[in-house]
């Protein structure tokens, strides 16, 4: 059975620094490109990150600049770096695959800049 884990959350002061992880079983990660999103209240899911299975990355515009995805493909591990974090960052953040039939989603990780 397919399951994502992610981790790493919590709140920070504007201008400060996470790392969030996702763990995938249950599936050959490997193969996967994988991706992170986030849904802030009352907003649609938006794509944020993504890393293709041989490491190459997209960033919205948004993040670009600030954030970092990178993976340990021996960890089934997705990593998220987010530097220089606005209050417009604040929001539940979840990793899954960029494109095709996703994988079941995890339960997220509650981000929240404020001061």
């Known amino acids: 059975q397919v399951q994502l884990v992610e981790s790493g959350g919590g709140l920070v002061q504007p201008g400060g620094s996470l790392r969030l992880s996702c763990v995938v079983s249950g599936s050959d990660f490997s193969l996967h490109a994988m991706a992170w999103y986030r849904q802030a209240p009352g907003k649609q899911r938006e794509l944020v990150a993504a890393?293709?299975?041989?490491?190459?990355?997209n960033y919205a515009d948004s993040v670009k600049g600030r954030f970092t995805i990178s993976r340990d493909n021996a960890k089934n591990t997705v990593y998220l770096q987010m530097n220089s974090l606005k209050p417009e960052d604040t929001a539940v953040y979840y990793c899954?695959?960029?494109?095709?039939?996703?994988?079941?989603w995890g339960q997220g990780t509650q981000v929240t800049i404020s001061a």
């Open positions: 899954n695959k960029p494109t095709g039939l996703f994988l079941p």
């Open positions: 890393i293709t299975h041989g490491g190459i990355t």
